[in-house]
Nanobody, 121 residues
Framework: QVQLVESGGGLVQAGGSLSLSCAASGSIFSIGTMGWYRQAPGNQRELVADITSSSNISYADSVKGRFTISRDNAKKMVYLQMNRLKPEDTAVYYC???????????????WGQGTQVTVSS
């Protein structure tokens, strides 16, 4: 059983900062790409940023220069530092990871339960 647990969401004024964390736990043999997605009401879930196991990073154009993703492989954690937040960043943020629970099972996608980020204008 693999679990991803996010923390760090909340309410912030425009221009402020928030930091999200996600911890992977359970039966884990290896973790590949980890990332953050978000979904606003009425919108599809979209990629915010992801980071491979060798730390190659990609960002959505809308967050480049404002958000920073990082990971700690030893702790099985991924982080998202969000600066200069805008009202349009308001969404539920989900952690995602490609996890293999054993050496005989290929990696598959796992999701956290989501954490609400609300940016007031």
């Amino acid at each position: 059983q693999v679990q991803l647990v996010e923390s760090g969401g909340g309410l912030v004024q425009a221009g402020g900062s928030l930091s999200l964390s996600c911890a992977a736990s359970g039966s884990i043999f290896s973790i590949g790409t980890m990332g953050w997605y978000r979904q606003a009401p009425g919108n599809q879930r979209e990629l915010v940023a992801d980071i491979t196991s060798s730390s190659n990073i990609s960002y959505a154009d809308s967050v480049k220069g404002r958000f920073t993703i990082s990971r700690d492989n030893a702790k099985k954690m991924v982080y998202l530092q969000m600066n200069r937040l805008k009202p349009e960043d308001t969404a539920v943020y989900y952690c995602n990871a490609e996890v293999s629970p054993s050496r005989w099972i290929r990696r598959s996608d796992y999701w956290g339960q989501g954490t609400q980020v609300t940016v007031s204008s």
